[in-house]
């Protein structure tokens, strides 16, 4: 079908969705649903909902408060979307599964795909989770127990158990001819999308992977073994999904075979679950880098409160450190009250120029773009930058306090103690993140509390050791 | 093809690879890559980087000094791989365009599919987008420089233009025909994997997706008007890429149409693409809210420095402006030494707790969780986060303040600057980026320091204005 000019020039109909109307949930529609909920008219919630796609219907429950989304979740509860639930963030689904309450919980589990199955269930208690499963019919439960068997945030965790497979010894012909004619068996372990089949051998270890486009646009009588890619990339059901994201991204894949310890396959990782895992792992770096544990958004206030505590007391610690340096200098600070006021400035910038590298050394990491073979270029690099730049810092730093206070030796001390804090700031930055991801360690947790406390320190005691060397 | 225990328990070849195997390229081969070079065995290098998928040749490119990698690319000048130069990072690329020079590059850029071209051609200046433009025929030229033509980040930068369309009258058996024996002009303009075909009317306005599994799994008298989905996601040619990730990931789409302004359809997005976009965006926040404009772990020194230096004079501005606050209590400093010791405290954990519930407003805004419906809720339940843990810390602080310097009343006057602080900070945590949002500026960019501006301060002005006040 290749287009002509007529064709295109018959076009007069009213032409494509105005660019808002892309994103679905909008303003306005929530305002109608919060007061159609305050009415009291269960009738037109349940409609309001079901009109919607499950992941905006999602979004809507997710922007409620607690108690609205209790209420709809009360109204929806005879007939609520399996999808939905799905869809849902993890701190709301948590909720929303203590409305619903087990049993209720249960028959919505049962319509899910095994991997969406295990992902509600993975955030229960085990008493919980036995409940649960107890409610639940026995094919089905098997195959979540296997699932729940895997450690988290596996391949294990990832897959889904409907796989197509077809003999090394058949041709397409005899594919499509399998794929049409299905027993009701076999139609029930189908998955209900799927991108690539997969080629097995008599033990069932995957030998080739075959997209469908070329399956579509191949000749029946041709071998399945003439098409398949024997070079796929397999997954063991133990490996980490940051890795399997890492290989998604590389290979440009849209599936991908899981196999067992002894090599056989017993699942597919598919896209739409391995973006999820992108954004779950991207989340998890900007949350550690901000010294947030993890997205609290929606929980509540008492609980976020004690979440970032443990963090704030790390900072407290840190910066009773720093004081404790600059009292050290209580004797010089007596003598000079404008060493007082410079003196937050040599630790701040020393702060923000180290938070730069590291967020630009904790990125390639997670990239795998920063590596041994190339760490020792990154270091020597950091420090070029942060000498030249603390050159230019210590020159407009050491006018202005010249400047403020009318002496020069105060302007040569805050440039001096600009340039080395520089310098161990661009060092800090890329040495920190590289020795605690040696140690195993992701190196978003903890980088940044190490950071400033190393600047912080060497910038107070730089500064004002300087100054009660060089001016008293 | 359903698993017997028989075949199960067939199994006794070596197993699945080992975990590490899972990511290609290991410290050891690079090791080895760069023994290789250094030993001038031009053979022998181009052998080795041939044998790697071009996704892993793109990260040892990536590693290696700019002087290697020149040696490198001029090894492989002659034969050169379109698909290592699509997987490049984008400075890594810009490097290797210019050893390549414009004319060479011409001739790989044609190998490309139009999306990848484009991808590589929109970093050149215009001139040399001329250049190379005019090296290429006539057909791929015109894909390109309508490419070109359409805003940078949007839908049509992303799209390709090769697209798999039915009319509504056919049936599942003509498609299948028509994929299998195609002419060769038919060919040219065949995706080379896809994953939907797509059913357009006369005018050629998409009218449904059919998924591909669902096409085989269906008999061939069955009409694909019957197999379609309606209700598929349109895409605009100029709506933003991100967007576009957010309906992708939203809908779990791994294609998705692209509609010029008369609604017809002129290319597809592939879920490859958009899981780019998404790290590009991701990068883009992580860089944003370190204080960095963009990666730049493979730029030059000079360049690097420059970057960093004009937010580090922001940075500098905020803190003179901090100490010029100080500087209006320099009467009460001098009366008292522990006030300039104990004042980083305040100000420090100010910015800490700031940055946190920065952190997650950004990434909310970002995520489009945080909207007008819930933002007076978030903003409250911050404000409450932020006095709670306020109280908390005063009452250490203030216990520690009185311990170390034996005054009672300075840790009362350290506390409720503490208080006062850590509500600021929430306040501002959340308002700034939703501020900077509304006036349509990504809130990555400005919020942290304008946030630190804010915390600093108030972090000092309220514990030395309240030390003047309530101390002499």
Redesign the interface.
């Known amino acids: 079908?290749?287009?002509t000019e007529d064709?295109?020039k018959?076009?007069?109909?009213?032409?494509?969705?105005?660019?808002e109307e892309?994103?679905?949930l909008k303003?306005e529609e929530?305002?109608v649903f919060?007061e159609v909920l305050l009415s009291g008219d269960k009738l037109r919630v349940r409609e309001l909902i079901e009109e919607l796609?499950p992941?905006?219907a999602a979004?809507m429950l997710?922007?409620?408060?607690p108690d609205d989304r209790a209420m709809v979740v009360n109204i929806l509860r005879d007939n609520f979307d399996p999808d939905l639930l799905a869809e849902l963030?993890e701190t709301v689904r948590d909720h929303v599964v203590d409305v619903l309450g087990l049993e209720d919980l249960a028959a919505v589990i049962v319509e899910l795909d095994s991997d969406d199955a295990l992902e509600v269930l993975e955030e229960l208690d085990e008493g919980e989770q036995k409940q649960v499963l107890d409610a639940i019919p026995a094919g089905d439960r098997t195959l979540i127990e296997e699932g729940l068997s895997y450690p988290e945030d596996s391949a294990g965790r990832l897959m889904q158990r409907e796989v197509v497979?077809?003999?090394t010894f058949w041709n397409v012909g005899q594919t499509?001819d399998f794929?049409?004619h299905?027993t009701e068996?076999?139609k029930a372990?189908?998955?209900g999308?799927?991108?690539d089949i997969f080629v097995?051998d008599?033990?069932?270890?995957p030998v080739g992977s075959i997209?469908?486009?070329?399956?579509?646009?191949?000749?029946r009588p041709v071998p399945v073994t003439d098409l398949m890619d024997a070079e796929m990339?397999?997954?063991?059901?133990?490996?980490d999904q940051e890795?399997?994201a890492?290989?998604?991204?590389?290979?440009?894949l849209?599936s991908a075979p899981v196999?067992?310890?002894?090599?056989?396959l017993i699942g597919i990782i598919t896209?739409?679950d391995?973006?999820?895992v992108?954004?779950e792992e991207?989340?998890e770096?900007?949350?550690l880098?901000?010294?947030?544990k993890e997205?609290?958004?929606y929980e509540a206030?008492?609980y976020?409160?004690r979440a970032?505590?443990s963090?704030?007391?790390v900072?407290?610690a840190t910066?009773?450190l720093?004081?404790v340096v600059?009292?050290l200098f209580?004797a010089t600070?007596?003598q000079m009250?404008a060493?007082?006021?410079?003196?937050?400035?040599v630790?701040?910038?020393g702060g923000?120029?180290g938070?730069?590298t590291?967020?630009?050394a904790v990125?390639?990491l997670a990239m795998?773009?920063?590596?041994?073979?190339?760490a020792s270029?990154?270091i020597g690099?950091e420090l070029?930058?942060g000498c030249?730049?603390g050159i230019?810092?210590a020159v407009?730093?050491g006018g202005?306090a010249w400047g403020w206070f009318g002496d020069p030796t105060l302007g040569v001390v805050i440039g001096l103690a600009m340039v080395v804090n520089m310098i161990v700031a661009g060092l800090a930055g890329t040495t920190i993140p590289l020795a605690l991801d040696r140690f195993g360690i992701d190196p978003a947790v903890a980088s940044g509390v190490f950071l400033?406390t190393i600047t912080?320190v060497v910038g107070?005691f730089v500064f004002l050791g300087l100054a009660g060397l060089i001016m008293f």
Chains 1, 2 share one sequence.
């Not at 196999?259 to 056989?264: L, Q």
């Not at 060493?339 to 400035?345: E, G, Q, S």
């Open positions: 079908m290749v287009d064709n295109r018959n076009a007069n109909s009213p032409g494509p969705p105005p660019e892309v994103l679905d303003p929530e305002q919060l796609h992941a905006d979004d997710e922007h409620l408060s963030d497979t077809v003999p499509i794929l049409r299905k068996t076999e372990v189908m998955p999308v799927f991108y097995v008599p033990t069932h270890r997209p469908l486009s070329r399956l579509l646009t191949t000749d990339k397999v997954l063991p059901v133990s490996v890795d399997v890492f290989v998604f991204r590389q290979r440009d849209v196999v067992d310890d002894g090599g056989r896209i739409d391995v973006v999820d992108i954004h991207h989340e770096d900007i949350m880098l901000g010294g947030v997205d609290d958004l206030s008492l976020t409160m970032r505590f963090w704030l007391v900072n407290l910066a009773i720093a004081s600059i009292g209580d600070l007596q009250v060493l007082a006021i410079l003196m937050p400035i630790a701040s910038m923000n120029a938070t730069q590291l967020t630009v990125r390639a795998k773009e920063l590596t041994p073979a190339n270029r990154v690099k070029l930058v030249f730049n230019l810092f407009l730093i202005v400033t912080d107070f």
